[in-house]
Protein backbone atom coordinates (compact mmCIF):
# COMPACT_ATOMS: atom_id res chain seq x y z
CA UNK A 1 0.00 0.00 0.00
CA UNK A 2 1.37 3.29 -1.02
CA UNK A 3 2.14 6.27 2.11
CA UNK A 4 0.82 9.61 1.88
CA UNK A 5 4.23 10.69 0.57
CA UNK A 6 4.04 8.65 -2.43
CA UNK A 7 0.25 9.29 -3.16
CA UNK A 8 1.30 12.70 -2.79
CA UNK A 9 3.73 12.72 -5.19
CA UNK A 10 1.73 10.71 -7.32
CA UNK A 11 -1.00 13.57 -7.38
CA UNK A 12 1.70 16.56 -8.03
CA UNK A 13 2.31 14.44 -11.08
CA UNK A 14 -1.15 13.86 -12.35
CA UNK A 15 -1.48 17.73 -11.27
CA UNK A 16 0.75 19.12 -13.17
CA UNK A 17 0.53 17.09 -16.25
CA UNK A 18 -3.75 18.05 -16.41
CA UNK A 19 -2.82 21.59 -16.25
CA UNK A 20 0.00 21.22 -19.16
CA UNK A 21 -2.14 18.95 -20.97
CA UNK A 22 -4.67 21.86 -21.36
CA UNK A 23 -2.36 24.20 -23.30
CA UNK A 24 -5.27 27.25 -23.89
CA UNK A 25 -5.76 27.59 -20.17
CA UNK A 26 -1.80 26.89 -19.48
CA UNK A 27 -0.80 29.83 -22.02
CA UNK A 28 -3.30 32.58 -20.78
CA UNK A 29 -2.50 31.83 -17.22
CA UNK A 30 0.93 32.57 -17.97
CA UNK A 31 0.38 35.34 -20.83
CA UNK A 32 -2.31 37.50 -18.98
CA UNK A 33 0.12 38.87 -16.00
CA UNK A 34 2.44 39.76 -19.27
CA UNK A 35 0.16 40.76 -21.43
CA UNK A 36 -1.56 43.43 -19.06
CA UNK A 37 1.76 44.28 -17.71
CA UNK A 38 2.96 45.65 -21.15
CA UNK A 39 -0.46 47.07 -22.07
CA UNK A 40 -0.98 49.39 -18.66
CA UNK A 41 2.69 50.30 -18.56
CA UNK A 42 2.74 51.51 -22.47
CA UNK A 43 -0.55 53.58 -21.62
CA UNK A 44 0.12 55.13 -18.29
CA UNK A 45 4.18 53.66 -17.81
CA UNK A 46 5.00 57.56 -18.47
CA UNK A 47 5.34 59.51 -15.24
CA UNK A 48 6.00 58.44 -12.00
CA UNK A 49 2.95 58.20 -9.04
CA UNK A 50 2.90 58.36 -5.10
CA UNK A 51 2.07 54.88 -3.44
CA UNK A 52 2.94 56.38 0.09
CA UNK A 53 3.85 60.01 1.24
CA UNK A 54 7.46 60.84 0.33
CA UNK A 55 7.82 57.76 -1.88
CA UNK A 56 8.03 57.75 -5.87
CA UNK A 57 8.17 55.19 -8.22
CA UNK A 58 7.89 55.05 -11.77
CA UNK A 59 4.53 53.28 -13.15
CA UNK A 60 6.02 50.74 -14.78
CA UNK A 61 7.58 49.59 -11.50
CA UNK A 62 4.55 49.70 -9.25
CA UNK A 63 2.80 47.45 -12.22
CA UNK A 64 5.51 44.86 -11.93
CA UNK A 65 4.51 44.60 -8.48
CA UNK A 66 0.79 44.52 -9.32
CA UNK A 67 0.99 42.56 -12.19
CA UNK A 68 3.00 39.92 -10.32
CA UNK A 69 0.17 40.15 -7.46
CA UNK A 70 -2.54 39.44 -10.28
CA UNK A 71 -0.68 36.62 -11.75
CA UNK A 72 -0.51 34.49 -7.94
CA UNK A 73 -4.95 35.65 -7.73
CA UNK A 74 -5.03 34.20 -11.31
CA UNK A 75 -2.84 30.80 -10.47
CA UNK A 76 -4.66 30.34 -7.11
CA UNK A 77 -7.61 31.72 -7.08
CA UNK A 78 -9.58 31.87 -10.76
CA UNK A 79 -8.19 28.18 -11.79
CA UNK A 80 -8.57 26.40 -8.73
CA UNK A 81 -12.23 27.56 -8.65
CA UNK A 82 -12.80 27.33 -12.17
CA UNK A 83 -11.57 23.56 -12.09
CA UNK A 84 -12.78 22.17 -9.32
CA UNK A 85 -16.16 23.37 -10.77
CA UNK A 86 -15.84 21.92 -13.79
CA UNK A 87 -14.15 18.56 -12.11
CA UNK A 88 -17.39 18.27 -9.99
CA UNK A 89 -19.27 19.03 -12.52
CA UNK A 90 -18.03 16.34 -14.96
CA UNK A 91 -17.86 13.97 -12.09
CA UNK A 92 -14.01 13.96 -11.55
CA UNK A 93 -14.02 14.71 -7.80
CA UNK A 94 -16.85 12.13 -6.85
CA UNK A 95 -14.54 9.28 -8.43
CA UNK A 96 -11.65 10.72 -7.35
CA UNK A 97 -13.70 10.33 -3.37
CA UNK A 98 -13.86 6.82 -4.22
CA UNK A 99 -10.40 6.02 -4.73
CA UNK A 100 -8.04 5.59 -1.70
CA UNK A 101 -6.38 9.10 -2.33
CA UNK A 102 -7.29 10.92 1.09
CA UNK A 103 -9.15 14.12 0.60
CA UNK A 104 -6.32 15.68 2.49
CA UNK A 105 -4.02 14.54 -0.49
CA UNK A 106 -5.84 15.79 -3.25
CA UNK A 107 -6.38 19.05 -1.85
CA UNK A 108 -2.43 19.36 -0.74
CA UNK A 109 -1.75 18.37 -4.09
CA UNK A 110 -3.98 21.00 -5.34
CA UNK A 111 -2.24 23.49 -2.87
CA UNK A 112 1.37 22.91 -3.91
CA UNK A 113 0.94 22.73 -7.59
CA UNK A 114 -0.78 26.63 -7.45
CA UNK A 115 1.92 27.48 -5.30
CA UNK A 116 4.88 26.15 -7.93
CA UNK A 117 2.92 28.48 -10.90
CA UNK A 118 2.36 31.00 -8.75
CA UNK A 119 6.19 31.43 -8.43
CA UNK A 120 7.03 30.75 -11.57
CA UNK A 121 4.40 33.46 -12.32
CA UNK A 122 6.01 35.71 -10.16
CA UNK A 123 9.74 35.07 -11.32
CA UNK A 124 8.97 35.55 -15.16
CA UNK A 125 6.94 38.95 -14.40
CA UNK A 126 9.81 39.73 -12.36
CA UNK A 127 12.31 39.11 -14.46
CA UNK A 128 10.55 40.62 -17.43
CA UNK A 129 9.90 44.10 -15.67
CA UNK A 130 14.11 43.74 -14.44
CA UNK A 131 15.06 43.27 -18.16
CA UNK A 132 12.31 45.92 -20.37
CA UNK A 133 11.59 48.27 -17.04
CA UNK A 134 14.27 48.50 -15.18
CA UNK A 135 12.52 47.90 -12.26
CA UNK A 136 13.76 47.40 -8.79
CA UNK A 137 13.85 44.28 -7.17
CA UNK A 138 13.90 43.16 -3.26
CA UNK A 139 16.89 41.81 -1.40
CA UNK A 140 17.56 41.56 1.80
CA UNK A 141 14.48 42.14 4.64
CA UNK A 142 12.02 43.68 1.95
CA UNK A 143 12.88 40.31 0.20
CA UNK A 144 12.31 37.70 3.30
CA UNK A 145 9.17 39.93 4.05
CA UNK A 146 7.74 39.88 0.20
CA UNK A 147 8.40 35.69 0.45
CA UNK A 148 6.42 35.35 3.70
CA UNK A 149 3.23 37.72 1.70
CA UNK A 150 3.72 35.42 -0.87
CA UNK A 151 3.35 32.27 0.48
CA UNK A 152 0.64 33.41 2.91
CA UNK A 153 -1.36 34.75 -0.33
CA UNK A 154 -0.92 32.10 -1.92
CA UNK A 155 -2.21 29.81 0.59
CA UNK A 156 -5.30 32.34 1.28
CA UNK A 157 -6.88 32.66 -2.26
CA UNK A 158 -6.22 28.96 -2.71
CA UNK A 159 -8.75 28.85 0.06
CA UNK A 160 -10.78 31.03 -1.69
CA UNK A 161 -11.00 29.24 -4.50
CA UNK A 162 -12.57 26.52 -2.95
CA UNK A 163 -14.93 28.10 -0.68
CA UNK A 164 -16.36 30.22 -3.88
CA UNK A 165 -17.46 26.72 -5.34
CA UNK A 166 -19.47 26.08 -2.52
CA UNK A 167 -21.55 29.18 -4.23
CA UNK A 168 -20.78 28.02 -7.66
CA UNK A 169 -23.95 26.23 -9.30
CA UNK A 170 -22.54 23.89 -11.98
CA UNK A 171 -19.67 24.58 -14.43
CA UNK A 172 -21.58 26.69 -17.24
CA UNK A 173 -21.25 29.44 -14.25
CA UNK A 174 -17.80 28.72 -13.00
CA UNK A 175 -16.47 31.69 -14.87
CA UNK A 176 -18.87 34.30 -14.67
CA UNK A 177 -19.00 33.97 -10.46
CA UNK A 178 -15.30 33.85 -10.26
CA UNK A 179 -15.04 36.86 -12.47
CA UNK A 180 -17.71 38.29 -10.78
CA UNK A 181 -16.36 38.08 -7.16
CA UNK A 182 -12.37 39.13 -8.15
CA UNK A 183 -12.73 41.94 -10.95
CA UNK A 184 -14.33 44.54 -9.18
CA UNK A 185 -11.83 43.97 -6.34
CA UNK A 186 -8.80 43.73 -8.62
CA UNK A 187 -9.71 47.56 -9.55
CA UNK A 188 -10.17 48.53 -5.72
CA UNK A 189 -7.24 47.41 -5.08
CA UNK A 190 -4.99 49.25 -7.18
CA UNK A 191 -4.09 46.27 -9.49
CA UNK A 192 -5.22 47.63 -12.53
CA UNK A 193 -5.18 51.33 -11.42
CA UNK A 194 -3.04 53.08 -8.91
CA UNK A 195 -4.59 54.00 -5.63
CA UNK A 196 -2.87 57.25 -4.16
CA UNK A 197 -4.26 59.60 -1.07
CA UNK A 198 -6.46 61.11 -4.13
CA UNK A 199 -8.67 58.44 -4.55
CA UNK A 200 -11.99 58.52 -2.71
CA UNK A 201 -11.88 57.57 1.06
CA UNK A 202 -15.18 55.37 0.48
CA UNK A 203 -13.36 53.34 -2.53
CA UNK A 204 -10.03 53.11 0.03
CA UNK A 205 -12.32 52.20 2.41
CA UNK A 206 -14.02 49.18 0.61
CA UNK A 207 -10.66 48.37 -0.70
CA UNK A 208 -8.89 47.58 2.87
CA UNK A 209 -12.17 45.14 3.90
CA UNK A 210 -10.78 42.18 1.49
CA UNK A 211 -7.41 40.70 1.30
CA UNK A 212 -6.80 41.65 -2.39
CA UNK A 213 -5.77 45.16 -1.19
CA UNK A 214 -3.50 44.08 1.48
CA UNK A 215 -1.93 41.25 -0.75
CA UNK A 216 -1.24 44.26 -3.00
CA UNK A 217 0.36 46.11 -0.35
CA UNK A 218 2.46 43.56 1.10
CA UNK A 219 3.59 42.86 -2.54
CA UNK A 220 4.25 46.45 -3.26
CA UNK A 221 6.66 46.95 -0.34
CA UNK A 222 9.29 44.87 -1.98
CA UNK A 223 9.09 46.33 -5.31
CA UNK A 224 8.55 50.11 -4.58
CA UNK A 225 9.63 50.62 -1.29
CA UNK A 226 6.50 51.46 1.04
CA UNK A 227 6.29 50.75 4.11
CA UNK A 228 5.80 46.79 5.11
CA UNK A 229 2.62 46.41 7.55
CA UNK A 230 2.32 42.70 9.30
CA UNK A 231 -1.02 43.69 9.93
CA UNK A 232 -1.55 43.25 6.08
CA UNK A 233 -0.31 39.68 6.27
CA UNK A 234 -2.52 38.89 9.37
CA UNK A 235 -5.89 40.47 7.58
CA UNK A 236 -4.62 37.85 4.45
CA UNK A 237 -3.76 34.79 6.38
CA UNK A 238 -7.20 35.55 8.75
CA UNK A 239 -9.33 35.20 5.40
CA UNK A 240 -7.43 32.24 4.20
CA UNK A 241 -8.34 30.65 7.52
CA UNK A 242 -11.96 31.45 7.12
CA UNK A 243 -12.10 30.15 3.41
CA UNK A 244 -10.49 27.20 5.28
CA UNK A 245 -13.04 26.85 7.76
CA UNK A 246 -15.68 27.38 5.26
CA UNK A 247 -14.51 24.50 2.78
CA UNK A 248 -14.35 22.19 4.74
CA UNK A 249 -18.15 22.97 6.21
CA UNK A 250 -19.86 22.77 3.03
CA UNK A 251 -17.52 21.96 0.12
CA UNK A 252 -19.23 19.43 -1.89
CA UNK A 253 -17.62 16.52 -4.23
CA UNK A 254 -20.68 15.35 -6.38
CA UNK A 255 -22.66 17.59 -8.84
CA UNK A 256 -25.18 19.95 -7.50
CA UNK A 257 -28.34 19.32 -8.72
Known amino acids: MMNSATMLE ?6 NKAFWRNP ?3 FFTFSFPLMFLVIFTSLLGHHSISPQRGIT ?30 QRDSGVLKRTRGTPIPSGVFILGRLIHALFVAVILVVITAAYGKFFYHASLPTGTPLVEFLI ?14 AITCVIPNADA ?16 GVFIPITSTAPSWLIWIGRIFPVRHFVLGMDAGFVGTTFNWMDVLIVAAWGLGAFLLSYRFFTWEPKR
Do not use: E, R
Open 57 to 86: VDVSTYYVASMAAYAVITACYNNIAIGLAI
Open 24 to 26: ASA
Open 174 to 189: APAVVNASILPLLFLS
Open 149 to 162: MLLVGTLTFCALGF
Open 10 to 15: NQLKYV
